[in-house]
Every structure is written in C-alpha cells, then in structure tokens.
Nanobody, 124 residues
C-alpha cells in the first residue's frame, strides 16, 4: 500500500522550533515534487513549502526565513524544520507528493497524494 506518513507534531511554545517528517512507503520508484501544506481551524488548506526532485524550493511568504524544507531521496522522506514559531502557525500539517510506485514495466502514478496530517500547536 502506498502512503505518506507524517510525524513530529505536538505542542510548542511561541518562538520555539519543531521538525516534521514525512516518509513515503510502498514500492516507491520515483518521487517528483514533495511538499507541506497546512490547515488552521476554520481556514482553507494552504501551501507551506514545496521541494522538487532537484531540490528546488518554494515557500509561502508567511514562512520564508523561518521554515526550511528538505528531502532525503534514499529514504523517500521530506522534512520541514520550523523555527521562530508563532501562534498563527498552529494547524494540521499535511505532507503531499507526486510519486510513482512499481517497476518500469508495471507502475502507477500517484499525483497529489496526501498524508493523514499531524497537528502542530503553538501556544504558551
């Protein structure tokens, strides 16, 4: 079964740091774009950061300079290092990826695959 599994959420104080991890499992053969999105209570899901297979990154203006996205290709993983956290960063954070599972002769693409989400609460 192909899936994305996030970890690392929790309660953190304002100004603190947190690192989220997301690993893809299953017979993964190719992962292109990976990213993090978040959804705060009562709000739409929004882009936080994305990273391409070539390590090109893109960030939401609200997190630039505070968050860093990275990936470990051999581990099929993507990370989000969050520093200088603010209460407005409180949200469920979701991992998202475009990936291929299976061999070169028998494969399936999963575009925009979502993880189950991990809650980050920034509060004193």
């Amino acid at each position: 079964q192909v899936q994305l599994v996030e970890s690392g959420g929790g309660l953190v104080q304002p100004g603190g740091s947190q690192r989220l991890s997301c690993a893809a499992s299953g017979s993964i053969s190719i992962i292109n774009r990976m990213g993090w999105y978040r959804q705060a209570p009562g709000k739409e899901r929004e882009l936080v950061a994305t990273i391409t297979s070539g390590a090109g990154t893109n960030y939401a203006d609200s997190v630039k300079g505070r968050f860093t996205i990275s990936r470990d290709n051999p581990k099929n993983a993507v990370y989000l290092q969050m520093n200088s956290l603010k209460p407005e960063d409180t949200a469920v954070y979701y991992c998202n990826a475009d990936l291929r599972a299976g061999s070169d002769y028998d494969y399936k693409w999963y575009l925009g695959l979502w993880g189950q989400g991990t809650l980050v609460t920034v509060s004193s």
